[in-house]
């Protein structure tokens, strides 16, 4: 079987990225997989051929005004594949994989959908793009195959919008991650660089924008005891006002912006926290909370969308006030508690094992192929 496997951008220290990557090399094992990006800037599997929708090799504007003259000559060659796999690609990408089924009535559209964020929780300028590629999006699943998943959440999101009579089927395959990669880490490097020792280290991953409400996670330190710091991994257009936000709470002593970390060094942040905490409006996954569970950490996560799904009963789930959240945090020195959550962990993380996940990906593939 022929695979176009079509995306935006594969990059490195990017959970969506790395676990497409996982999938490619899945794929590859027992098919001929290429690979369609405006941008790769990692190591992909070598049995993974490799293409550009453009020579400009970025995801801008320009990159895609460009790709948008090129719909046409794009379709005739993914014509050629047996199964076009549409990860979140863009716009004129889209177009060019539907256009792509005029030269092959038989061509197989599978889609992979990993969520995108509802415009309410963007800036205003985010907004018109984000609808437009989310409108089309969604038309582009309501004529596909198959649809894929990562959350109840997001079919349950979605479901409404691609009815209609010949619907296709939409199925979840969770993210999977590399466990081995989160076991049995050294953490001394990052507790003596940011002065960890004796505190209760609440740690949150993840990009700093307003979806992430990183601001009621440092406003709730106030209310906390003196013990409680919180480690902030990630960057963003938010990061001056969070930092300024701290100084004018008179927490800036208890509040590390670590900034963005590499893939080797996310682990030893894991280990050594004692909670990975958000406040997230939205996630259609959040891998995070599967990274803290890896590293034996339980997650303490606001009842919305995917989260309390993904968590399980491997950590806490507050009704998203302030108040139980403060309550839920404060439990976690209950060592009973403690106890009864470590249990839950070490086996909910199982079904997120890349290698168990990367197998019924494959299975999943095939079967909608008829293979």
């Not at 090399?25 to 453009?54: C, M, W």
């Not at 912006?257 to 060094?265: I, K, P």
């Not at 990274?291 to 989260?307: F, I, N, Q, Y």
Request: aromatic letters at 10%; one cysteine or more; proline letters at 4%.
């Amino acid at each position: 079987m022929k695979i176009a496997f079509l995306t935006i951008r594969i990059t490195k220290h990017d959970a969506i990225s790395n676990y497409a990557i996982d999938m490619l090399e899945r794929l590859s094992e027992r098919h001929h997989v290429d690979l369609y990006t405006f941008i790769t800037q990692t190591e992909i599997p070598s049995k993974v051929g490799q293409y550009n929708y453009t020579h400009i090799k970025d995801h801008n504007i320009k990159s895609v005004l460009l790709a948008m003259t090129k719909i046409y000559p794009l379709a005739q060659k993914l014509g050629k594949y047996d199964l076009l796999i549409l990860y979140s690609p863009d716009i004129p990408v889209l177009f060019s994989a539907h256009l792509a089924r005029f030269f092959n009535p038989d061509l197989k559209l599978i889609w992979d959908f990993q969520g995108i964020t509802p415009v309410r929780y963007m800036y205003f300028k985010d907004k018109v793009l984000t609808f437009a590629r989310r409108f089309v999006s969604l038309k582009s699943m309501k004529t596909s195959d198959l649809i894929l998943v990562r959350s109840e959440s997001v079919k349950n999101e979605i479901k409404p919008y691609i009815k209609g009579r010949k619907s296709p089927d939409i199925q979840v395959t969770p993210l999977g991650i590399h466990l081995d990669r989160f076991k049995n880490i050294d953490a001394e490097e990052i507790r003596k660089k940011h002065n960890l020792y004796g505190r209760f280290v609440l740690l949150y991953v993840g990009r700093l924008v307003p979806s992430k409400q990183v601001d009621f996670l440092i406003k709730a330190l106030p209310s906390l005891s003196e013990d409680f710091i919180l480690v902030i991994v990630g960057g963003g257009i938010e990061k001056e006002n969070l930092e300024n936000l701290a100084v004018s709470l008179n927490v800036r002593d208890r509040v590390i912006f670590a900034g963005r970390v590499s893939d080797e060094d996310l682990p030893k942040y894991y280990a050594s926290s004692n909670a990975f905490v958000t406040a997230s409006l939205h996630e259609g996954f959040c891998v995070p909370i599967v990274e803290s569970l890896a590293s034996g950490k339980l997650a303490v996560v606001p009842d919305r969308t995917s989260m309390p799904e993904v968590v399980a009963n491997g950590g806490l789930v507050y009704d998203g006030s302030m108040e139980d959240f403060l309550s839920k945090l404060e439990s976690l020195k209950d060592q009973a508690v403690l106890d009864k959550i470590n249990i839950n962990v070490s086996q909910i993380i199982k079904k997120y094992d890349v290698l168990k996940v990367s197998e019924a990906y494959l299975k999943t593939i095939e079967k909608a192929m008829g293979e």
